[in-house]
């Protein structure tokens, strides 16, 4: 078993949920919990393992496709977006401009993904139609999935955020393995 199957159907969802765990998951979200004294570092930590493991797959699946100069930005750029939001206090009484900026990158970073996962997928999606249309009904899924829980808790909750990062570091994954083989067929 590769460290990277490891850090995707172990690491990410132990980490996340273990810290998470205790909390209120409908009426508090990771920004709350990571700012909290005992969480900072834990925080920082989730932030590192999370984006580095997207980054990396990311920039493998991305690195076999044609023409990639896009996808390879949006990639970039959700990185960057996220360790902002990391690094970024979300304390609203003290610091509310910063609150209001860790809100908004954070909320970048997560739309990036999203694009640049849909740009992934329906390129691969229009090279091979068959073998790709679970990963663009799984995509679509998530995003169903995440959009019923925001409404359903009028907020971006931990709920949210967990199914968010796990559904996507699991489907990252399968798509990565997917990839791997094919990826020297198209050059």
Same mark, same amino acid.
């Given at each position: 078993? /590769? @460290? $990277?199957?490891?850090?995707?159907?172990?690491?990410?969802?132990?980490?996340?949920?273990?810290?998470?765990?205790?909390?209120? %998951?409908?009426?508090?979200?990771?920004?709350?919990?990571?700012? $909290?004294?005992?969480?900072?570092?834990?925080?920082?930590?989730?932030?590192?393992?999370?984006?580095?493991?997207?980054?990396?797959?990311?920039?493998?699946?991305?690195?076999?496709?044609?023409?990639?100069?896009? =996808?390879?930005?949006?990639?970039?750029?959700?990185?960057?977006?996220?360790?902002?939001?990391?690094?970024?206090?979300?304390?609203?009484?003290?610091?509310?401009?910063?609150?209001?900026?860790?809100?908004? $990158?954070?909320?970048?970073?997560?739309? /990036?993904?999203?694009?640049? @996962?849909?740009?992934?997928? %329906?390129?691969?999606?229009?090279?091979?139609? =068959?073998?790709?249309?679970?990963? @663009?009904?799984?995509?679509?899924?998530?995003?169903?999935?995440?959009?019923?829980?925001?409404? @359903?808790?009028?907020?971006? /909750?931990?709920?949210? =955020?967990?199914?968010?990062?796990? /559904?996507?570091?699991?489907?990252?994954?399968?798509?990565?393995?997917?990839?791997?083989?094919?990826?020297?067929?198209?050059?």
């Amino acid at each position: 078993m /590769s @460290l $990277l199957t490891i850090t995707a159907y172990f690491i990410i969802p132990i980490y996340t949920i273990l810290f998470a765990w205790g909390t209120d %998951w409908f009426n508090v979200n990771f920004s709350v919990l990571g700012n $909290l004294a005992d969480r900072k570092n834990l925080f920082l930590l989730w932030g590192v393992i999370v984006g580095t493991y997207f980054y990396y797959v990311l920039k493998q699946i991305i690195g076999g496709l044609p023409r990639n100069k896009k =996808e390879t930005l949006v990639s970039t750029s959700a990185l960057l977006l996220l360790a902002l939001a990391v690094v970024t206090p979300y304390l609203p009484d003290s610091q509310p401009i910063h609150a209001v900026l860790h809100v908004v $990158l954070s909320f970048l970073a997560s739309i /990036s993904l999203l694009v640049c @996962l849909y740009m992934i997928i %329906w390129k691969l999606y229009c090279m091979n139609q =068959e073998v790709y249309r679970p990963y @663009l009904h799984c995509l679509l899924m998530i995003t169903a999935v995440s959009a019923f829980l925001f409404f @359903l808790t009028g907020i971006v /909750s931990t709920v949210l =955020e967990i199914f968010f990062t796990l /559904s996507c570091t699991i489907m990252l994954q399968k798509l990565y393995r997917r990839n791997r083989v094919p990826k020297i067929l198209w050059r």
